[in-house]
């Protein structure tokens, strides 16, 4: 996943054009729209072990 976002960044950085700044704002908006499922994920994945402990 990573490397992927890292290589969109670079080609989106390196391409110097008017629709520079529309394109750094599509780059933060993949980031957040990505950290927020990536937290989700975490907390999801919490609440589960969380429910094996319990049973436990």
Partial sequence: MET???RQGFKK???PT???K???AQNVMVKTTQA???ATM????ATLLRNL????
Wanted: glycine residues 4%; aromatic residues 18%.
């Fill in 4 to 6: 992927k976002d890292d």
């Fill in 13 to 15: 950085v390196t391409v």
């Fill in 18 to 20: 008017p629709a520079n």
């Fill in 22 to 24: 529309f394109s750094e």
């Fill in 36 to 38: 927020v499922g990536f």
């Fill in 42 to 45: 975490i907390i999801s994945f």
């Fill in 53 to 56: 402990f319990r049973k436990k």
